[in-house]
């Protein structure tokens, strides 16, 4: 059965969000659009004229998950909820981009911001993604289209000009891409978060020992280095995570660069 480029996604958010909680989630169609206030981002690509997205996420959904990642209790503050959402949708589209259905395009998440009410208009997506771990199921409306084949000017790869273009719901991805997709998404990498380095002498090294005091030359507030392969992938910010360290990113590589780091 073909699934359109909205279904792909939600699918990857699915497989995004079990990542970040540790327990499985799906996603599966939604009876009716995002109708309240939520968060909306916007999703484009790395060619001119293809068109974008609107993705809107429900405000009761969104603070139930950021709650479920982040293991909060009570009032979610709203700066974590869009930190929340900026990452996960951050890391579907690079997920996406992927895809045979993605054409070779590089798909891009702009800033997550608080979404009014509104008519998303004719031929919207709505999904609905659930997980045990979540107290509800996360609406998603993504209205908008992405035109895949429409090709840059001077671009000598593509179809022809007077090509008969293709929409979101003639692209689907084949099983052998998925089966080769999902194989490749369960290998368990190490990733190491760095939070500083610096240069010793041997002779300081040699006396190295309990009570001994290394400066490291930068703040505590400095942002710690996360690395793949001993290359960095992405940066962030040391947070406590239900009384544990972790670590909320503010920043990632480009995902070929982060394909790079996988491949080292």
């Not at 995004?16 to 968060?39: E, F, H, K």
């Not at 998950?65 to 909820?81: C, E, F, K, S, Y």
């Not at 052998?176 to 760095?194: F, H, M, N, Q, T």
């Not at 001994?212 to 710690?224: H, K, N």
Request: proline fraction near 8%; glycine fraction near 10%; charge should be negative.
């Amino acid at each position: 059965m073909k699934q359109t480029l909205p279904e792909l996604f939600g699918q990857e958010l699915a497989t995004v969000i079990a990542a970040l909680i540790g327990s499985p989630a799906t996603a599966a169609p939604g009876a009716a659009p995002v109708s309240g206030d939520g968060w909306s981002i916007t999703v484009d690509t790395d060619a001119a004229a293809r068109g974008s997205w609107t993705v809107v996420v429900d405000a009761e959904g969104a603070s139930a998950l950021t709650a479920a990642i982040m293991g909060l209790t009570g009032d979610v503050p709203p700066t974590a909820v869009a930190d929340t959402l900026r990452e996960a949708i951050r890391q579907t589209v690079s997920a996406l981009s992927l895809l045979d259905a993605a054409g070779g395009l590089e798909l891009r998440a702009g800033e997550v911001a608080p979404h009014a009410a509104a008519d998303p208009g004719a031929g919207a997506t709505t999904l609905v993604v659930s997980c045990p771990a979540v107290s509800v199921p996360v609406t998603i409306t993504i209205a908008g289209e992405i035109d895949l084949t429409a090709v840059p000017a001077g671009s000598p790869a593509g179809p022809p000009a007077d090509a008969p273009k293709a929409t979101d719901s003639e692209l689907h991805a084949t099983p052998a891409a998925s089966e080769r997709l999902d194989a490749i998404l369960d290998i368990e990498l190490p990733l190491i978060v760095r939070f500083g380095r610096t240069e010793l002498p041997l002779r300081t090294l040699a006396h190295l020992g309990p009570g001994s005091l290394i400066d490291l030359g930068r703040s505590a507030d400095d942002p710690v280095d996360l690395l793949v392969s001993n290359r960095v992938v992405a940066r962030g910010e040391v947070v406590v995570v239900g009384g544990n360290y972790g670590v909320r990113v503010l920043d990632v590589v480009s995902p070929r660069e982060r394909a790079r780091s996988m491949e080292a």
